[in-house]
Structure formats: C-alpha cells, structure tokens
C-alpha cells in the first residue's frame, strides 16, 4: 500500500485479556519497527524486525510481549494477560533499508485497558 | 542508557513568528539526529534529518542545527503557521545502529 496500515485503530480490552495488533508495512520495505507511545511520553522501542534476520527484541518490556513477521511482510504484536500499564498507542514503523534511515509510521494502534 | 530529552514541553507562538524547539542528547556516539512532527491522531512524520558530520541543514521553512560540543539540536521553523501546531520530536541513532531514540516530545501551539 501507500502507507503503513495499522489496525485496529482503537482497542478497547479488559485486564487479563489477550491482545492482538496488526501492522502492514509498506510493500517492499524490509524493516519493520514496533514503538510504544504512553501518554505525555516519547516513543519507547519494543522490537525491530529486519528481512530474515532474528528480530531485536531488546525493547519488549516484558515476557507477555511478543511479535511475529510473517513472509517478511505483515506483522503482528501481541500482548498476554493485558494490564492496566499497557495502555498507549502502538505505531508500527517500516523502512526500506537498515541504519533506522526513512522510517514511515502508521497511525497506531490506541490501547485501552480497563 | 541512552535518553533523548527536550528542554520545553511546550512552546507557544504567534503565527508568524519563528520558532525554535530544543533537545538534549546524552550519547555521544550518535551519528544521525531526525525530527519529527506529530499531529493529534496521526504516526509521526519526518520532518528533516542531519548526520553528525554537519552542523546545519536546512529545508523547506526548516533549519536543524547541530552542536555536538554541548549534545544540542534544534529545531527552527520560519514563519510559523497554524499548520505548524504539533507535538515535535527529536530522535536519534547510536553510531551504525538499526533504532531511533526518541526524545519526549515539544508541543508546539501557534496563536493567532
């Protein structure tokens, strides 16, 4: 597509429930970058993925936290057993090559958990 | 660790005027400093990059300048206006890296 697609856009869960956020990157690009904006705060870094390497993980805050790139291309972000705490906005970020150069970010994902 | 800051959380401008956002960076191995623009609801969008061998860059109505003796960068904007109202970003690279490092964000109002 034109853009990163993120979905859903709004995501409204109860504590203890799982979650699952999808990101589309633009086609073509072989990064694809996971970030977690609380309210007030800058973006914090959960996961990196780069073409067939073993993703970057060093961001995910804890073990409930977990992401999968499928054919190098669509990825999803989980979150188990949801807490209070996780609740920001997820932005999905691709791009073309590595060294974090033209990164293009979806609209992310609004996380609530009541 | 790391840590990108800014200075003013918020910085209020008359339309018209220029403007100029701050940032921090602690790391002296950055090698690529980017910012960004948030508008409400929406992804950041890249505004202007500079790498760590220059000093200054400039675009359309924007000038990043870089002062690695003291770890600052900033953000100038000419002739601010009401388009211009955002959350601003400033992030950066550790040397080679693959990740960005975001600082906490200017919110930026321009009054008319």
């Known amino acids: 597509g034109a853009g990163v697609s993120q979905s859903p856009s709004n995501k409204v869960t109860e504590k203890g429930k799982d979650v699952e956020l999808r990101c589309d990157p633009i086609s073509g690009h072989t990064a694809l970058y996971w970030y977690r904006q609380s309210l007030g705060q800058g973006l914090e870094f959960l996961i990196y993925f780069q073409g067939n390497s073993a993703p970057d993980k060093s961001g995910l805050p804890s073990d409930r936290f977990s992401a999968e790139r499928t054919g190098g291309s669509v990825s999803t972000l989980t979150i188990q057993r949801t807490q209070q705490e996780d609740s920001a906005v997820y932005l999905c970020?691709?791009?073309?090559?590595?060294?974090?150069?033209?990164?293009?970010f979806g609209s992310g994902t609004r996380l609530t958990v009541v | 660790g790391e840590s990108v800051g800014l200075h003013l959380p918020t910085l209020s401008v008359q339309e018209g005027d220029n403007s100029i956002i701050n940032c921090a960076y602690s790391n002296s191995a950055s090698d690529y400093f980017i910012w960004y623009k948030q508008e409400s609801g929406k992804g950041p969008q890249f505004i202007i990059d500079?790498?760590?061998?220059?000093d200054k860059r400039q675009g359309q109505r924007v000038t990043v300048l870089l002062n690695k003796t003291v770890k600052h960068l900033s953000l100038q904007i000419a002739a601010t206006q009401p388009g211009d109202s955002a959350v601003y970003f400033c992030?950066?690279?550790?040397?080679?890296?693959?990740?960005?490092?975001f600082g906490t964000g200017t919110q930026l109002k321009v009054e008319l």
């Open positions: 992030a950066d690279r550790t040397g080679g890296g693959n990740k960005l490092t």
């Open positions: 970020a691709s791009s073309a090559g590595t060294g974090g150069y033209g990164y293009t």
């Open positions: 500079i790498r760590s061998n220059m």
